[in-house]
C-alpha cells in the first residue's frame, strides 16, 4: 500500500526565510508526485508536478521540488518567503502502473511571520 | 467562471435530515471525485466516478452516497447526517489524457451538522 507522510503539521518561517516542506511517501512502484497548495477558503490548485524526466521541477509563486528516489522523497522548497505564501500545502501520491488512485498527505500548513 | 464549481458553499443542517451537495465541471473531464476534508487528515477519497456509468467506493464511503447524473454533474448524499460528518468536502476532476491522474478542486463546500 502506498501512504504519503508530511513531516510537521504546522511550519513557521520569516518573511525572506527559506521555505522547507518535507513529504516522504511509500510506493511499490515509482509513483507521481504533486504538490498542492490551498488558499483560505479555497479549493485546492496544483503548485506542481512530478511525472518523468528532470527530477528537480519547478512550479509557480517560486516554488520547487525535487524527487529523490533512493530517499523516498519529494520536499518542496522555496528560497524566499513571500507573506502571501501562507497556505496549506499537500503532499500527494498516484502510482504510475494504471490505477488511478491518488493519496494525499495530512497537510502543512505554512506561516509567515513579517 | 470557474471550471469546478460546488453548491452550497455553506451549510448548517440538523442530525437526521438529508442533504445534497451539488457539483458541476465545465472542463469536460470523465473523471469526478468526492473527498472529505478533517483538519490534521488530509483528504479522504469517498467516491469516485470515471464516466456517467461508473461509481466507485471510496476509503471512506459509509453514510454516503452519490449520483453522476451527467459527463459535467457529480452529487454527494447524506442520507441521514450526523455530526461527525461536518467537514469541508471538495469535488474534484481529471482527465483520462495522462495516468498521472492531476486533479482540479471545486472551492468546497462548509458543511455543518449540529
Known amino acids: 500500500a502506498q501512504s504519503v507522510t508530511q513531516l510537521g503539521s504546522h511550519v513557521s518561517v520569516s518573511e525572506g526565510a527559506l521555505v522547507l516542506l518535507r513529504c516522504n511517501y511509500s510506493?511499490?512502484?515509482?509513483?507521481?508526485l504533486f504538490w498542492y497548495v490551498q488558499y483560505p477558503n479555497q479549493g485546492l490548485q496544483l503548485l506542481l508536478k512530478y511525472t518523468t524526466g528532470a527530477t528537480l521541477v519547478k512550479g509557480i509563486n517560486g516554488f520547487e521540488a525535487e524527487f529523490k528516489k533512493s530517499e523516498t522523497s519529494f520536499h518542496l522548497t522555496k528560497p524566499s518567503a513571500h507573506m502571501s505564501d501562507a497556505a496549506e500545502y499537500f503532499c500527494a501520491v498516484t502510482r504510475n502502473t494504471g490505477g488511478f488512485k491518488t493519496i494525499f498527505g495530512a497537510g502543512t500548513r505554512l506561516f509567515v511571520k513579517a | 467562471d470557474a471550471d469546478v464549481t460546488q453548491t452550497p458553499r455553506n451549510r448548517i443542517t440538523k442530525t437526521g435530515k438529508r442533504i445534497m451537495l451539488e457539483c458541476s465541471q465545465t472542463?469536460?473531464?470523465?473523471?469526478m471525485y468526492w473527498y472529505r476534508q478533517d483538519p490534521g487528515l488530509g483528504l479522504r477519497l469517498i467516491y469516485y466516478?470515471?464516466?456517467?456509468?461508473?461509481?466507485n467506493k471510496g476509503e471512506i464511503s459509509d453514510g454516503y452516497s452519490v449520483s453522476r447524473q451527467a459527463q459535467a454533474k457529480f452529487s454527494l448524499s447524506l442520507e441521514s447526517a450526523i455530526p461527525n460528518q461536518t467537514a469541508l468536502y471538495f469535488c474534484a476532476t481529471s482527465d483520462t489524457t495522462h495516468s498521472y491522474n492531476e486533479q482540479f478542486f471545486g472551492p468546497g463546500t462548509r458543511l455543518t451538522v449540529l
Open positions: 466516478s470515471f464516466d456517467v456509468k461508473d461509481i
Open positions: 472542463k469536460g473531464h470523465d473523471r
Open positions: 510506493s511499490s512502484v515509482p509513483p507521481y
